[in-house]
């Protein structure tokens, strides 16, 4: 499978530095995600930096998949069995995945992260939140449990750009961003960078930018995938009543290929295409098809002979 294929972090055709390939060779074992909801919200929710959240988002935060109100062990335990029965001797990452996951006092967070690091059945510890929500407390917290397990920590920017942040009602800059990077920088923690390619009035060369920027920073690992209009949210609202572009499935398959030629080859690709669920999602309904969308890409590279980092300077 390898055969004329010149990026050299894989073991098969993907010309990129693929999630899989990084858990194999880490950890020689399969490894997978358990999402949770530990009862978190945002600032950008409770009125603390404003109201409703992020445009985009849903009423279960990021992680529309996972169980809120459920003890967090319980969640676990039965996110661990479903995965186990794929894989029964594959080893867990507990995936705080729900909202803002650093977004209160050191205590809470010590009640809902120690558990997981006392588990054998745990290899690491995911944690989504926001770079404006990371306190000296807690990041000097959250680099002693690196002495346990891995720990990553999940970065939501979506843009680098001021004006779509304020347009999707972030709540922070891209200069805090840069801030909170450098920071955990000097901690032993690893982290990942979350972007999205399709949000209202942003161009293919700003979304170049945003990739080829974040793509260059003392980062681990980037999530990129096409903006979800959910039911529900105030931007579908907001679609109905005045329709913007969405990118074609095509459209996205070249966006993304050279986004990749801009990103540092070292560079882990957790995620090049999301999972919708179908009961809520409004539009595109090609992401629908994420096997399809992984395959263009594939072939895509192939065809024009290039991978991620062929263009990084």
């Not at 109201?51 to 676990?76: N, P, R, T």
């Not at 290929?257 to 999972?275: A, F, N, Y």
């Not at 629908?288 to 991978?307: A, E, F, G, H, P």
Request: with cysteine; aromatic share 10%.
């Amino acid at each position: 499978m390898k055969k004329d294929n010149p990026f050299p972090y894989s073991d098969d055709n993907k010309r990129y530095y693929t999630w899989n390939y990084y858990l194999k060779h880490t950890y020689h074992q399969k490894v997978f995600k358990v999402p949770l909801d530990a009862g978190f919200t945002c600032p950008n929710r409770d009125g603390t930096k404003g109201y409703g959240g992020c445009l985009f988002c849903g009423s279960a935060g990021s992680g529309e998949c996972v169980k809120s109100g459920i003890d967090l062990q319980e969640q676990f335990e039965e996110g661990l069995a479903m995965m186990r029965k794929k894989w029964p001797t594959g080893k867990a990452m507990a995936y705080f995945q729900a909202f803002t996951n650093t977004y209160g006092a050191l205590e809470q967070l010590k009640a809902c992260f120690t558990p997981f690091l006392e588990r054998d059945d745990v290899i690491a510890i995911c944690i989504a939140t926001r770079a404006d929500c990371i306190s000296d407390e807690i990041l000097s917290y959250l680099d002693e449990m690196c002495q346990t397990k891995d720990i990553w920590i999940e970065l939501g920017l979506q843009s680098v750009y001021d004006e779509t942040a304020l347009a999707m009602n972030r709540g922070h800059t891209y200069e805090e961003f840069t801030d909170c990077i450098a920071r955990l920088q000097k901690t032993h923690v690893k982290i990942c960078v979350h972007l999205i390619n399709g949000l209202p009035n942003e161009t293919e060369e700003m979304m170049i930018h945003s990739a080829k920027t974040v793509g260059a920073l003392p980062i681990h690992a980037l999530k990129i995938h096409m903006l979800h209009l959910l039911k529900g949210t105030a931007l579908y609202a907001r679609y109905q009543e005045k329709p913007f572009p969405l990118l074609s499935q095509e459209e996205y398959v070249e966006l993304v290929v050279k986004q990749l030629e801009v990103i540092d080859p070292h560079i882990i690709i957790q995620r090049l295409t999301g999972d919708g669920i179908d009961a809520l999602l409004a539009a595109p309904l090609w992401t629908k098809r994420k096997v399809c969308v992984l395959n263009d890409i594939d072939k895509r590279m192939r065809s024009l002979n290039t991978w991620q980092g062929k263009k990084y300077k």
